[in-house]
């Protein structure tokens, strides 16, 4: 059983231990704390029968012109609570809360070429497709696909 509820403040040491544990790429904590006071709506953890946390998503909102988006920072699950659909429902949550909230007309993301396990959830789950190719967006020089 696993229980998905808005990040609070005292979340976000667990959000940013969660992103050490299971990420390549890492935040400082006034990025966590940047996205809890500016998008508060839009993050979300989701916790084992312990209340632990063991994952997250981060997401903000972004204004081109009169063009409203939501665009997906971070989302990790740890390694030992993956494949029960916690990041498809923190996904399905943040995605709900960027239109209901910010009336987001679509949501972007960017991951790395080689995760092939995101990919899969991305366009085959949530029906997300590449849009474009990020050269070496990555600090370790990786590509990314942009998506939406």
Same mark, same amino acid.
């Given at each position: 059983? @696993?229980?998905?509820?808005?990040?609070?403040?005292?979340?976000?040491?667990?959000?940013? *231990?969660?992103?050490?544990?299971? @990420?390549?790429?890492?935040?400082?904590?006034?990025?966590?704390?940047?996205?809890?006071?500016?998008?508060?709506?839009? %993050?979300? #953890?989701?916790?084992?029968? %312990?209340?632990?946390?063991?994952?997250?998503?981060?997401?903000? #909102?972004?204004?081109?012109?009169?063009?409203? *988006?939501?665009?997906?920072?971070?989302?990790?699950?740890?390694?030992?609570?993956?494949?029960?659909?916690?990041?498809?429902?923190? @996904?399905?949550?943040?995605?709900?809360?960027?239109?209901?909230? $910010?009336?987001?007309?679509?949501?972007?993301?960017?991951?790395?070429?080689?995760?092939?396990?995101?990919?899969?959830?991305?366009?085959? +789950?949530? *029906? $997300?497709? +590449? +849009?474009?190719?990020?050269?070496?967006?990555?600090?370790?020089?990786?590509?990314?696909?942009?998506?939406?």
């Amino acid at each position: 059983r @696993m229980n998905i509820r808005s990040a609070k403040a005292e979340d976000l040491i667990a959000m940013q *231990h969660s992103n050490l544990l299971c @990420m390549a790429e890492n935040y400082h904590m006034k990025y966590y704390i940047l996205h809890n006071i500016s998008w508060p709506q839009l %993050s979300y #953890v989701a916790e084992d029968d %312990s209340g632990r946390i063991v994952g997250y998503v981060m997401a903000k #909102v972004k204004e081109e012109g009169t063009v409203k *988006h939501g665009l997906i920072t971070s989302l990790a699950v740890k390694r030992s609570h993956r494949r029960q659909g916690m990041a498809q429902n923190l @996904m399905r949550q943040s995605i709900r809360a960027m239109v209901e909230c $910010f009336k987001a007309q679509y949501v972007a993301l960017h991951v790395r070429k080689s995760n092939l396990p995101a990919l899969r959830l991305y366009s085959n +789950v949530l *029906h $997300f497709y +590449v +849009v474009a190719l990020e050269p070496k967006y990555y600090r370790d020089g990786e590509d990314a696909y942009t998506m939406r």
